[in-house]
């Protein structure tokens, strides 16, 4: 994995992240899902290179993975409303992964990835009691703004050793 790989694919995630904003405010669920299944899978390489503790890695897996199923079954017809209780609570996960990169990252992108983990966390806390809007106003500029440090590769440590397909053999 090299700073290049981090750099597409935290651009991928951001295009993906905004489409499905974008999509959402324009009342089209179907185009916002698929949007939200590219920004989440992007985030797989991005997870891969940065440097950040097992247990950080193994949030953001459960996230990733978590809500990109339930991009999918809002697709097939889960309700908007169990989506977003189910949503809402695997952005524990996410928090956790953020708060977890923060740790190697250059000092802008740490304050970045504290803000947003922490916001995150926040939020799926306290979601009944604030107006949707603090979700658009507070964490999607954070979001953009932390895909956009990783996309220029000034943000974070990257994991050298691991390539982008690894293979690995039981013996």
Not at 97 to 103: E, F, K, N, Y
Not at 107 to 134: D, K, N
Not at 142 to 165: D, Y
């Amino acid at each position: 994995m090299n700073h290049r790989t981090l750099r597409l694919f935290a651009g991928i995630s951001a295009i993906g992240w905004i489409g499905m904003f974008a999509g959402g405010a324009a009342e089209l669920p179907y185009l916002s899902d698929l949007f939200g299944v590219v920004y989440h899978l992007a985030l797989i390489p991005v997870l891969l290179a940065l440097v950040a503790p097992i247990w950080a890695k193994g949030a953001g897996f459960f996230w990733i993975m978590a809500d990109t199923a339930l991009n999918v079954a809002s697709i097939n017809g889960l309700g908007a409303e169990n989506i977003w209780a189910l949503r809402l609570g695997v952005h524990i996960g996410a928090a956790l992964w953020i708060l977890g990169t923060s740790m190697n990252m250059r000092p802008f992108a740490r304050v970045v990835s504290i803000a947003l983990g922490g916001s995150l966390a926040l939020h799926a806390l306290i979601a009944p009691a604030l107006p949707q809007a603090v979700l658009a106003l507070v964490i999607f500029p954070l979001m953009v703004v932390w895909l956009i440090t990783l996309a220029s590769g000034r943000g974070a440590k990257v994991v050298e050793a691991l390539p982008l397909m690894e293979r690995t053999e039981v013996a």
